[in-house]
């Protein structure tokens, strides 16, 4: 069984450095083809994909976030870190961490997720 | 355009049938991927690839794709289907991924 729990800070100031980490079970980076993306979702709004670690350490980020964005293993092996730098309010959302099973050149697809932490962003 | 387009809201009599769609120029050359979220929950994955279901997902949930569209169909819509649902692909340059802006089924 997969799970998959994230963690850090539900309210932290503008301008400050977000630090999420996903905690997982049930699965290893030591499998071909497995990654680990986060998604966020602001309330009521719709679901925005931020970024993704493959097993090789590959890394992939979106676009318009690119800049403010790192995604790294952590220091324990079953974890991935979320790192967003210059927050602002309109980066309060709840904060999703999602399995990959595996890779493929024709489908995205998250089977499992984590039950997301809601971040505020307020002075 | 590295966007997938959904219409806001869909409502389906319970029982009948019902299709949400999803627009976007990388449909055309990716299997979409479609989820289920239901208020205050995390979302769940229904359909992905040409049409596959996860163990767990009723049959009445199918996906199909023309062109730059994909749709998911919902044959015999239940109470409990009401919920947003999302497409999700992978954009058609640069390998990221995209999200739809999402389907709220009502189930009258």
């Known amino acids: 069984q997969i799970t998959l729990k994230e963690s850090g800070p539900t309210l932290v100031k503008p301008t400050q450095t977000l630090t999420l980490t996903c905690t997982f079970s049930g699965f290893s980076f030591n499998t071909r083809g497995v990654s680990v993306g986060w998604i966020r979702q602001p309330p009521g709004k719709a679901l925005e994909w931020l970024a993704l670690i493959y097993w090789d350490d590959d890394r992939r980020y979106s676009p318009s976030l690119r800049s403010r964005l790192t995604i790294t293993k952590g220091t324990s092996e079953n974890q991935v870190r979320l790192i967003m730098t210059d927050m602002d309010p309109l980066d309060t959302a709840t904060y999703y961490c999602?399995?990959?099973?595996?890779?493929?050149?024709?489908?995205?697809?998250?089977?499992?997720w984590g039950q997301g932490i809601l971040v505020t962003v307020s002075s | 355009s590295s966007e997938l387009t959904q219409d806001p809201a869909v409502s389906v009599a319970l029982g009948q049938t019902v299709r949400i769609t999803c627009q976007g120029d990388?449909?055309?050359?990716?299997?979409t991927t479609w989820y289920q979220q239901k208020p205050g929950q995390a979302p769940v994955l229904v359909i992905y690839g040409k049409n596959n279901r996860p163990s767990g997902i009723p049959d009445r949930f199918s996906g199909s794709s023309s062109g730059t569209t994909a749709s998911l169909t919902v044959t015999g819509a239940q109470a409990e289907d009401e919920a947003d649902y999302y497409c999700?692909?992978?954009?058609?340059?640069?390998?990221?991924?995209?999200f739809g802006g999402g389907t709220k089924l009502t189930v009258l």
């Open positions: 999602a399995h990959q099973p595996d890779y493929s050149n024709y489908y995205v697809r998250f089977d499992s």
């Open positions: 990388s449909l055309s050359t990716y299997y």
């Open positions: 999700n692909s992978r954009a058609s340059i640069g390998d990221h991924v995209l």
